[in-house]
């Protein structure tokens, strides 16, 4: 399988004297070296491939340098050294007008704040890229209808932007960089501005079209729980360069310096957690069938590592009606178990180790 | 700290452009006279009546049925102020000078936007425009352009700029960044960002730009006025100079009115154009005075009556035949006067514009202040004008242009400048008196206007040689806010002390004491001179011929003027027909006509 897009070894710096400070950057100079002098090293050397159909996750606080180098993958910052290639071309050699083209067809992009066209209806947005690719009229508008669709907004294509919910607003803006059928799509802290509640059902949505749409994906974020929920690997920035990068399980179980120990430690999922956010929706519909102890969807993380150790199966979760909705496999504890934990050494029976934890938070 | 000759710079840099450059200006002038002419000739075609018709079918459509009745109502208010042409010539000039404003001032505006080195260059010259008092703006552009329409539509537009130019910038930087990285990114070109994105979203703030830029061009009107634009500005600058309230009252409400229709227009059609305030707009409930007609229905009820207005304009009565007869020595040769609204300067230049059109000339009478008025001689705009005091009061002005004009010699003297008091105020009777009573005046001189040159005499000699420099304070006006001063002041009884001059109607109106000038300070006694163009007598010899020889005595002239100011504004060429008519033979020896067989035609 080819690799659609490599970043490598790209560096940003803004202000004076660029290409000199990039020299001190590979000499082992620091930010805080270069700040003293007016320039700023937003992004240090950085390297990656993302594999076809992949979310790749790009996390970090603000000011990492994240949104820099989401922007150079795309050219609307040109990388101070370093290559960008994408479906083996290198998109840093191209004129101006090559890489719009390469942005109107291949690359699309979803905003933090929806970046909406107030002007234009829920439609017209949607249908925008392909405007600027040109495509008729009434080709663009049946290709866009069917991108709002995919994203639930059936029925809102009259409407304007302002009439819609922030949710809405960021499907308008999903729908309107699916529409151009571009293979690599660049997502800019996309849910961020959205409530929890909203995140959580994007985030799901995002997925379940990626089960089918199988685009390559750069999804900028600065949500630990959104990292892991959506990435494929996730790579960790701080102070403009990538830390570590890896699957979830690399990050959680593996981290490889005390910073990213240091983020995961910082969250306490298992007060909060409960088996609906848990739990594996995918069902075979019998799990419940053996007679065993079983969970509702509002038992605590807690309860739910008591019930999986006694258990010698995943615990099946029953709705109010008594209907079966999903079921927590051990693994899956143990992976939110991580995020609560920091590193752990792949325990026999980790919800005794759980409860502990609990107990001492 | 020494002078820095900067003045002398901008002098000669004008004499440069004046000297290199006058092709650009003569372009730029038929440019703007073509586009002025047309848009005048399309507004003034139809009858009064139907345009406002018109005009309120526009703001019917554009912003409701109430706002069309109140259009209607108001251009019909101008009509029947029989201010109907200069309200349209206004309407034009303010048109054509935003049109041009917009031309230059909204692409300078986007440039800004895109380059901060264009931005930053730019502002400096905007606030130099915006600031720089507008009268300094006119000498230039009638030194450029000549008298007229062009110059005050350059000045206005000029003064107009800035708004424009400011607004769009500000408005295409407003837009949100995000927006316009979501247009880059999906590909979009530069250009189509900024005709898809930027612009579109900028459009309200663009339009506030467009309308100040109208608003400011309206209120720049009066001013370009001065330079004899004509119009509803001409009219309040003669009701100024005439402190004629009545009339400057009624030609400051035409400018409100269009001021009004224009304002509420340009900001109804930027919400009709801008996509966010067309849905704004249908959001809003409508009632039966907010009802707009459909754009369809609009064009046709347009439609119709430009189509009325033009047939009414094909069946309206033509001009009668031009009369030919053996006094029509000018044959519809066209003859312009400026004066001064001095009141010799009105009676002599009416008694003139009778005299050349009783002789087949077309005359036009335009006021002017001193300045512009010698200018435009200068420049050849003005053929002639009858009251140049010389050699005294205006000779800063005949030392600047007089080797540019020619002088046709004295019709009155010798003229005298004095300060005056009522005759009610005892004790003071000599310019020598004065210094002892400085408290009953207030220490106050009610002087003109500060260009006359009696003002720089008074100051720079008068006061001096009486030892009145620190006793006296002279306020500069106005000829006519001095009069009015000297009226208010006489009605009850209260001292005034007031720069005049003889001949002056207010002599025979007033009981007032010419102050005697035993030193001799005021000197001698200026003739009043007809000071024409430099050409003139060549191209005009009767006419030069007839000025030469023109005189008037003390009793012709006040008897004049004082039937024209008994007879009041806007009647001035019917008094001096009636005066005329009075003192019969008058004619025949101030215009001649020339001694050939055509006199003999006529008498037989």
Redesign the interface.
């Known amino acids: 399988m080819s690799s659609r897009l490599e970043a490598e070894h790209l560096y940003k710096v803004f202000g004076r004297r660029e290409e000199e400070a990039v020299e001190r950057l590979r000499d082992g100079a620091d930010r805080e070296e270069l700040r003293a002098d007016g320039t700023t090293a937003a992004v240090i050397d950085a390297s990656f491939t993302v594999d076809p159909g992949q979310i790749f996750v790009v996390m970090g606080l603000s000011g990492s340098g994240k949104s820099t180098l989401l922007r150079m993958l ?1 050219g ?1 910052l040109a990388p101070t050294a370093g290559r960008v290639l994408f479906d083996g071309q290198d998109l840093t050699a191209l004129t101006g ?1 090559a890489l ?6 291949k ?3 979803v ?3 929806f ?1 909406l ?4 209806s829920v439609l017209d947005n949607a249908a ?2 392909l405007a ?2 040109g495509v008729p009229r009434p080709e663009r508008e049946e290709r866009a209808a069917e991108a709002l669709r995919l994203c639930g907004l059936a029925g809102w294509e009259k409407s ?1 932007p302002d009439e819609l919910s922030g949710g809405m607003q960021q499907r308008v803006g999903l729908a ?1 960089a699916l529409a ?1 059928d571009a293979d690599l799509l ?1 997502m800019d802290e996309s849910f961020s501005a959205l409530d929890p509640l909203i995140r959580r059902d994007m985030q799901d949505q995002l997925l379940t079209l990626q089960q089918t749409l199988k685009k390559t994906i750069v999804f900028i974020t600065h949500d630990l729980n959104e990292a892991m929920r959506l990435g494929d690997r996730i790579a960790v920035m701080r102070d403009g360069r990538i830390v570590q990068t890896g699957t979830a399980e690399d990050i959680l179980l593996r981290p490889e310096n005390d910073y990213v120990a240091s983020f995961i430690q910082d969250v306490d999922r298992t007060r909060v957690l409960t088996a609906a956010a848990v739990m594996d929706a995918q069902v075979r519909g019998d799990e419940a069938d053996c007679g065993c102890e079983t969970a509702t969807p509002d038992t605590p993380f807690t309860a739910l590592c008591a019930l999986g150790a006694r258990l010698p199966h995943p615990v099946a979760v029953l709705d109010g009606g008594r209907g079966l909705v999903g079921v927590v496999p051990r693994q899956r504890l143990l992976r939110f178990l991580g995020e609560s934990q920091g590193a752990l050494p792949a325990p026999a029976t980790p919800c005794d180790r759980g409860e502990k934890v609990t107990a001492r938070a | 700290m020494p002078r820095l000759p900067l003045g002398d710079a901008v002098d000669s840099g004008v004499d440069w452009l004046l000297a290199h450059m006058s092709w650009l200006f003569d372009a730029v002038k038929t440019l703007v006279e073509g586009l002025y002419d047309g848009l005048d000739a399309v507004l003034t075609a139809p009858e009064p009546l139907l345009l406002a018709g018109i005009l309120a079918v526009l703001a019917w459509w554009l912003r409701g049925l109430a706002a069309g009745v109140l259009a209607f109502a108001g251009f019909a208010l101008i009509d029947s102020l029989a201010l109907w042409d200069e309200a349209m010539s206004t309407l034009s000039l303010v048109l054509v000078a935003t049109l041009v404003a917009l031309v230059i001032s909204i692409p300078l505006g986007i440039w800004a936007a895109r380059s901060q080195a264009v931005s930053t260059a730019v502002r400096p010259v905007l606030d130099l425009l915006q600031t720089m008092p507008s009268m300094v703006l006119l000498i230039p552009a009638i030194l450029f352009f000549g008298m007229g329409v062009p110059a005050g539509v350059v000045a206005t537009l000029i003064f107009a700029l800035a708004p424009g130019v400011r607004m769009t910038e500000l408005g295409i930087r407003q837009v949100d960044a995000e927006l316009v990285e979501a247009a880059e990114a999906f590909g979009t070109p530069p250009r189509d960002t900024l005709f898809r994105v930027q612009l579109p979203l900028a459009l309200p703030t663009v339009m506030a730009g467009v309308n100040q830029v109208i608003m400011l061009g309206l209120s720049m009107v009066v001013i370009a006025g001065m330079v004899g634009t004509g119009g509803l500005g001409g009219a309040v600058n003669e009701a100024i100079g005439q402190l004629d309230i009545g009339l400057g009252f009624e030609a400051g409400l035409g400018i409100v009115v269009l001021a009004i229709y224009l304002d509420r227009m340009t900001g109804a059609l930027g919400t009709r154009i801008s996509p966010l305030g067309r849905r704004a707009a249908a959001k809003a409930r409508t009632t039966m005075w907010t009802h707009r007609p459909r754009a369809a229905v609009a064009a046709v009820g347009v439609a119709v009556l430009a189509l009325a207005a033009g047939g009414l304009g094909l069946a309206g009565p033509k001009d009668g035949p031009a009369k030919a007869s053996a006094t029509d020595v000018g044959k519809g040769r066209e003859i312009t006067i400026g004066y001064i609204p001095w009141d010799e300067g009105i009676a002599s230049t009416y008694l003139w514009k009778e005299l050349l059109e009783e002789r087949g000339f077309e005359v036009t009478t335009t006021q002017y202040a001193a300045g512009p008025l010698y200018t435009g001689l200068a420049t050849g705009r003005i053929d002639f004008q009858t009251d140049s005091w010389l050699p005294t009061t205006h000779a800063e002005y005949w030392k600047k242009y007089g080797d540019q004009l020619a002088d046709l010699g004295t019709w009155y003297g010798p003229t005298s400048l004095e300060l005056s008091v009522p005759s009610y105020v005892k004790d003071v009777n000599s310019l020598a008196d004065l210094k002892a009573h400085a408290s009953e005046f207030g220490g106050r001189i009610t002087g003109i206007e500060p260009s006359a040159g009696m003002m720089g005499l008074l100051k720079d000699k008068v006061l001096e040689r009486y030892g009145l420099d620190g006793a006296y304070r002279v306020v500069d006006g106005s000829t006519p806010a001095m009069l009015a001063e000297l009226e208010r002041a006489y009605a009850r009884k209260e001292p005034i002390l007031v720069t005049l001059w003889s001949p002056h109607w207010a002599y025979s109106e007033y009981g007032l004491k010419k102050l005697k000038d035993p030193a001799g300070a005021w000197g001698e006694g200026d003739g009043v001179h007809t000071v024409a163009r430099k050409d003139l007598a060549a191209d005009q010899p009767e006419v030069g011929a007839w000025l030469k020889d023109f005189s008037m005595t003390e009793e012709q002239l006040t008897g004049l003027e004082a039937r024209i100011q008994k007879a009041g504004k806007g009647q001035e060429q019917d008094a001096v027909r009636t005066w005329l008519k009075e003192h019969p033979g008058l004619v025949e020896k101030w215009v001649p006509v020339p001694e050939t067989g055509e006199k003999s035609r006529a008498a037989g």
Do not use: C, D, K
């Open positions: 795309n609307l007008r719009r083209e390469v942005r109107a067809r690359i699309s992009m905003f933090q704040h970046a066209f107030p002007h234009r925008y890229g600027v690719q304007w309107r151009t660049l």
